[in-house]
């Protein structure tokens, strides 16, 4: 069977909500970041980390999400099966990595991001790293206006992996999201959805 090894409310949120959507058999292991448990899973020590039946393990969110979408094609969570659409959903699976979740590194960890341990200069840090979420959103936001979902083909793994990330924006930005009405409206097309619904109660529990 497949198991995800998770943090409660970490990207590993998407992971877990794309194999709710699968709706195929599967286990999830709640695990604390850089515990030995996660470290004998994945020596980086970080979620999420995917285990399939044979031992294989996959690590990165976006590269497990990539692989869910193609391997049960029949949830049609790729955003279409052409060569282009593969692309598009690439393309933002990546900027869910390389953009929008770093921007929160130095918001949930400003001492990594300065050698000033004085609470001025983290003050600092986090104001810059909210500055830049706020960007990113603003990013996504713009792509979303008139859209549904993140890809023309409909719903799909990259919105799955956009949740988590809303969900801090409307945690850490001091107007939530506000400014950003189209993530506004898949936060909450997301969030009541019935496998979100179960995943984030499972999270909870």
Not at 33 to 48: F, H, Q
Not at 60 to 86: C, P, T, V
Request: one cysteine or more; glycine letters at 8%; a neutral charge.
């Amino acid at each position: 069977m497949t198991t995800l090894f998770y943090s409660p409310g970490a990207c590993s949120l998407a992971v877990h909500i794309t194999l709710e959507w699968i709706g195929s058999p599967y286990e999830a292991v709640r695990v604390k970041t850089g515990s030995a448990e996660l470290k004998a899973v994945n020596p980086s020590g970080a979620v999420p980390a995917l285990r399939e039946d044979d031992g294989w393990v996959l690590t990165q969110a976006g590269a497990i999400l990539e692989y869910l979408a193609a391997k049960h094609g029949g949830a049609r969570l790729d955003g279409g099966g052409d060569l282009r659409s593969r692309a598009e959903l690439h393309r933002w699976c990546s900027f869910m990595t390389s953009d929008l979740h770093a921007a929160f590194w130095p918001v949930f960890m400003p001492a990594r991001y300065t050698t000033d341990s004085s609470d001025a200069a983290r003050a600092a840090v986090i104001a810059a790293g909210l500055a830049l979420v706020r960007k990113q959103i603003g990013v996504l936001d713009a792509h979303l206006a008139g859209r549904e979902w993140i890809l023309d083909g409909g719903r799909s793994v990259a919105d799955a992996y956009a949740f988590p990330m809303i969900r801090w924006a409307r945690a850490k930005l001091d107007d939530g999201l506000v400014a950003f009405p189209h993530v506004q409206a898949l936060h909450d097309r997301l969030a009541a959805d019935p496998a979100v619904q179960t995943v984030l109660e499972r999270e909870r529990g």
